[in-house]
């Protein structure tokens, strides 16, 4: 019974799936332009976002893919280009802007994630921008690249 639940689950999954292609350097190596990813609608029916979760959120005035690194009750903190998470140093290249953030109740910090690119990611369009997100902001969880068939690969972290 359990597995037949899982199949119907799974293909309801694929069904109402979102297909974005991702444009944009921000989330390499983890996503690369002009791959194609299925996002999970239903990944947060009963489950909240959680750290290293990579989403398909609103951002500002767009439609945006990022990492969540901070939930709710975390401190995030910008300084010198270093960022910490209650403490804890992330691994990133050296990022622009100053900041510290208290997530309140149902807030998330999403970051961009390319290292190594020359500091893409300090143009990147996220949290040290336009602040944290609500979780209704927060549309689905990033699921499997289906595209270019070589590239396949699953995304999801549950």
Known sequence: MRGLIKLVYQAA???TALRITVDGWSMHPTLSPGEHVLFNRLAYIRNAPKSGDVVLAHGGDKIIIKQVVGVSGDIVKLIYGVMTVNATRLKAA???????????????FLLGK??????VDMDSIDSRSFGPVTRKAIKARAWLVYWPIGLWRNLDTE
Request: glycine fraction near 8%; avoid cysteine.
């Open 114 to 119: 390319a290292v190594d690119m020359n500091d």
């Open 94 to 108: 050296a990022l622009d802007g100053e900041g510290e953030w208290l997530l309140k109740q149902d807030e998330y």
């Open 13 to 15: 999954v694929f069904v």
